[in-house]
């Protein structure tokens, strides 16, 4: 059963900006650390944002300042805004628990920041 589903990614210029929803399953998304995280093509996927129930943040020093995550624990949704994006932001982005017991990933969603 799909329990993660990333959705938002496109094609944009550099500088441009993308939202990003992750519509998470389960009645107890309330309760745990929430991150989301990407993969570019030959590199490992990587930790981008976090989120933990109360609503602190981290992000990747990559992403500083640019990217900004948010929940809606009523709607078992998070999100990532992203602004001023890089060619190197380019990955397919996934959600998933980071605190916490880890689902199944997700298809994902790809982001592609070209001229």
């Known amino acids: 059963q799909v329990q993660l589903v990333e959705s938002g990614g496109g094609l944009v210029q550099p500088g441009g900006s993308l939202r990003l929803s992750c519509a998470v399953s389960?009645?107890?998304?309330?309760?745990?650390?929430m991150g989301w995280y990407r993969q570019a093509p030959g590199k490992q996927r990587e930790l981008v944002s976090s989120i933990t129930s109360g609503g602190s943040t981290n992000y990747a020093i990559s992403v500083k300042g640019r990217f900004t995550i948010s929940r809606d624990n009523a709607k078992n949704t998070l999100y990532l805004q992203m602004n001023s994006l890089k060619p190197e932001d380019t990955a397919v982005y996934y959600c998933n628990v980071d605190f916490g017991p880890r689902r199944s990933w997700g298809q994902g969603t790809q982001v592609t920041v070209s001229s």
């Open positions: 389960g009645s107890i998304f309330g309760i745990y650390t």
